[in-house]
């Protein structure tokens, strides 16, 4: 987790979105950040300045683990999602190579969760970055962490690995293209 000698500042990207603009859902059906997942997270998630973001997760009912608190699958969820916002910061496209979680206080049913990652390193295709979860407001104690490694990948990635009917039909939607496309043609 630590980055290699060689590893460079993360630099954000000319044209990533603005600080304070949302960063829309990257697939409708994204547990994580999909409006069309009933029971999915429906994380909302903002740039902001440097190669940071930040979002909000409202614990619900039906993300319990123990009775009345939040799974803990469920919070490395959270923060992997607003983690993989990060790729919009350097317009990359990049997935979840390793994902370290500290759990450090209980988080009850309702509570929400304020999420906040940036990007430390970058080596070749590895990107390392930070994320902290906060209970009570954005400056609240941290609940939940994770340090992790992103790698970067090409949309061939998805093309080559995900399921036919599902592919098929992002293929077929000219707003899901036009997200790939935003991200694939960075240099
Ligand atoms: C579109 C964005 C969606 C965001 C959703 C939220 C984030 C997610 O949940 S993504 C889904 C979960 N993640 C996945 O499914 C990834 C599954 N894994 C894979 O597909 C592959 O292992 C993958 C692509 C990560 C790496 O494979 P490959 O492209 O062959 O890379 P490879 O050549 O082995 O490694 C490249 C570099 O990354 C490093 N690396 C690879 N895997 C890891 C890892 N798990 N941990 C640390 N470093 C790693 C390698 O050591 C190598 O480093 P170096 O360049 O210094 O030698």
Known sequence: MTPPAGARPPVRHPEAPA?????????EHCFGCGGGQPHGLHLETRAREGV???????????????????????????L?????????????????GRLETDYLRPVPVDTVLHLDAEVLAVHGRKIYCTATGRIGGPEGPVAVRADAVFIEVKIDHFIENGR?????????????VKVARALEVNP
């Open 52 to 78: 940071r973001v930040t979002a909000e997760f409202r614990v619900k009912e039906a993300h319990q683990g123990a009775p009345g608190l939040a799974h803990g699958g469920v919070l490395a969820t959270a």
């Open 164 to 176: 036919s009917a599902e592919i098929q039909a992002v293929l077929a939607d000219p707003d899901q």
């Open 19 to 27: 600080p304070g603009e949302i960063i829309g859902s990257h697939y």
């Open 80 to 96: 992997d999602e607003t983690l993989g916002a990060l790729g919009w910061m350097l317009r990359v496209i990049a997935v979840t």
